[in-house]
């Protein structure tokens, strides 16, 4: 298509254009392009935009954001001022709620007080009526006959006669009684050791006299009291083993007061135990401040020397911690010595005493196998405290033995008085075995482990000595110390067994200077075969493992 061809083409669409357009024939001739120069090509460009007023448009954005800013800061204003008020408006309503609530509760304190002043005073009007009315009766009627049968009366007025300090027991013979009865030959057992008392006409007594009631009834082999004395008795069906009376209010009680009490007396349904004199209850007072003393001074440690601790239950041995088996017939005399002051169950017959260290007595009486447990001091605290934290019944006794009265004792039986003492009794029998483990332990490293029991008997040591050796390290024994020694049990019965640490020194060509190191040896030792049974060896660290080896093998160690 030619360029003629496209001229006319555009003129008339233009021309199109312009006919609908609603423009006026000055506006057309005016905005009509210049159509020879299209045709030409020689159409001058547009004029250039107007020059941009920057300055202005800057003035104009500053002043929008400076009113912005200004409206911004006027709604913040606004916003404060509008929660001030809020927060004024609530103070103000809770303070108003406070004051209406503390005018009431006045008001309400006000009406309780003046309703109690009232009920007060219409009761002491009524008492002072009831008073002024049985005072009348009183003076008009004529005295009411003494209806007590004979035998009460005459019951009534045994209890009566004596000091008025004493305590009477009466054992429950009736189906109520939960813990004692009565054999047929005639004699008191209380299931469990247990009993429950309870007190008749009142109760005044203090701690003392419930001490003494308790040391009464353990000589009936009742040791374990399930309710204070002082629970008071019911008036019909009693479900208590003893009732307590004490004289002092037989004696003051009228006799409608304690007619009941003589009644059961009288058809056996009570029968007299015991009477608890003055001189039982001040004994009693002084054993319960030495119980006290005890106490305090084992658990704050200022008390030393050698005691007793009573556990709850009817075991009868006495696990003795911390104390070496040399040692036993020390303790059996102490205890005898005690005799007189030990529980029922702990006192009859012979005495049952076990050794333990403490951990084993401490795991003896976790078991239930104690009864008491005898140790010293520092021993009996830290087992006290244990005991007491898992909710047993711990008491310490007062029996206790000084360090001198403790050292008298050994030197009678002629046992070692302290641990360094029993140690050097013990190094000629311990030192020889641990001697001959050194001279086999050396045999062996000479003979580059090659050669010697060493290598079947402790395999952790060989395989330790093996890893060193290709590492170019050089081994030698430097010394030995006990870390334990005792019996054990073995599938032959009891061997000596022993723990041992060895001390080793290490060189190297490659390092300047001597490194040290250890291993623990334990075993047991078989002196009719000249053999180490049940071997083991660990590294110092395997403190853990070595304890288990211990227990697996049942040691009782005579070193610690």
Not at 312 to 322: H, K, L, P, T
Not at 492 to 497: A, D, E, K, Q
């Given at each position: 298509m030619s360029r003629r061809t496209i001229a006319r083409l555009a003129l008339i669409a233009l021309l199109a254009a312009g006919?609908?357009?609603p423009w006026t024939a000055a506006t057309r001739a005016q905005n009509a392009p210049d159509l020879d120069c299209v045709f030409k090509g020689t159409c001058r460009p547009p004029p250039p935009p107007p020059p941009v007023d920057r300055e202005r448009l800057e003035r104009e954005r500053q002043e929008r954001e400076r009113r912005a800013a200004e409206e911004r800061e006027r709604q913040e204003r606004q916003r404060v001022e509008r929660e001030r008020q809020e927060r004024e408006r609530v103070e103000h309503e809770r303070q108003e709620r406070e004051r209406v609530q503390r005018e009431r509760a006045e008001q309400e304190r006000a009406q309780r007080e003046r309703a109690e002043?009232?009920?007060?005073?219409?009761?002491?009007?009524?008492?002072?009526?009831?008073e002024r009315e049985r005072a009348e009766r009183e003076r008009t009627k004529t005295p009411p006959k003494d209806e007590t049968p004979p035998a009460v009366a005459e019951k009534l007025n045994e209890f009566k006669r004596g000091d008025p300090n004493d305590v009477l027991l009466f054992f429950n013979e009736t189906a109520d009684a939960p813990n004692g009865r009565r054999q047929p030959r005639g004699d008191l057992t209380f299931r469990d050791g247990q009993f429950a008392p309870c007190a008749a006409l009142g109760w005044s007594g203090g701690p003392e006299v419930s001490a003494a009631v308790r040391a009464t009834m353990a000589t009936h082999g009742a040791t374990r009291m399930m309710?204070?004395?002082s629970t008071p008795c019911p008036d019909g069906r009693r479900p208590f083993d003893i009732v307590a009376v004490e004289r002092r209010l037989l004696q003051v009680s009228p006799p409608a007061g304690v007619q009941a009490l003589a009644a059961d007396v009288?058809?056996?349904?009570?029968?007299?135990l015991a009477t608890i004199s003055a001189a039982d209850i001040a004994a009693?007072?002084?054993?319960?401040?030495?119980?006290?003393?005890?106490?305090?001074?084992?658990?704050?440690?200022?008390?030393?020397?050698?005691?007793?601790?009573?556990?709850?239950?009817?075991?009868?041995?006495?696990?003795?911690?911390?104390?070496?088996?040399?040692?036993?017939?020390?303790?059996?005399?102490?205890l005898v010595g005690w005799r007189g002051q030990l529980p029922p169950h702990l006192a009859a017959g012979g005495l049952d005493?076990?050794?333990?260290?403490?951990?084993?007595?401490?795991?003896?009486?976790?078991?239930?196998?104690?009864?008491?447990?005898?140790?010293?001091?520092?021993?009996?605290?830290e087992l006290d405290a244990a005991l007491r934290g898992e909710g047993r019944q711990v008491t310490p006794a007062r029996a206790w033995l000084t360090p001198p009265?403790?050292?008298?004792?050994?030197?009678?039986?002629?046992?070692?008085?302290?641990?360094?003492e029993r140690r050097r009794q013990l190094a000629g029998t311990v030192n020889p075995l641990a001697e001959r483990l050194v001279a086999d332990l050396r045999s062996y490293i000479a003979a580059d482990g090659k050669s010697g029991p060493i290598g079947g008997e402790f395999p952790a040591f060989a395989q330790w000595h093996g890893q060193l050796k290709t590492m170019k390290w050089a081994l030698s024994v430097e010394s030995y110390s006990i870390d334990d020694f005792g019996d054990a049990t073995s599938a032959?019965?009891?061997?000596?067994?022993v723990v041992v640490v060895v001390n080793f020194a290490l060189t190297s060509p490659a390092v300047q200077g001597t490194r040290a190191n250890c291993m623990i040896f334990a075993w047991l030792d078989d002196a009719a075969a000249t053999a180490r049974r049940e071997t083991t060896a660990f590294g110092c660290d395997a403190v853990s493992e070595i304890e288990r080896w211990k227990r697996q093998h049942g040691m009782k160690s005579k070193w610690s």
């Open positions: 006919g609908a357009s002043r009232e009920r007060v005073e219409r009761e002491r009007a009524e008492r002072d009526r009831i309710t204070d004395v009288v058809a056996r349904r009570l029968t007299p009693a007072r002084d054993r319960l401040q030495r119980e006290r003393d005890v106490t305090a001074g084992l658990r704050d440690g200022t008390l030393q020397g050698m005691g007793l601790l009573l556990l709850d239950g009817n075991a009868r041995r006495v696990c003795a911690a911390g104390v070496s088996d040399a040692q036993r017939g020390a303790v059996v005399a102490a005493v076990a050794a333990f260290d403490k951990d084993g007595a401490l795991a003896a009486a976790r078991r239930g196998e104690c009864g008491a447990i005898f140790g010293d001091a520092a021993t009996l605290r009265e403790w050292n008298a004792l050994l030197e009678r039986f002629g046992a070692p008085r302290s641990l360094e032959g019965g009891s061997l000596p067994s």
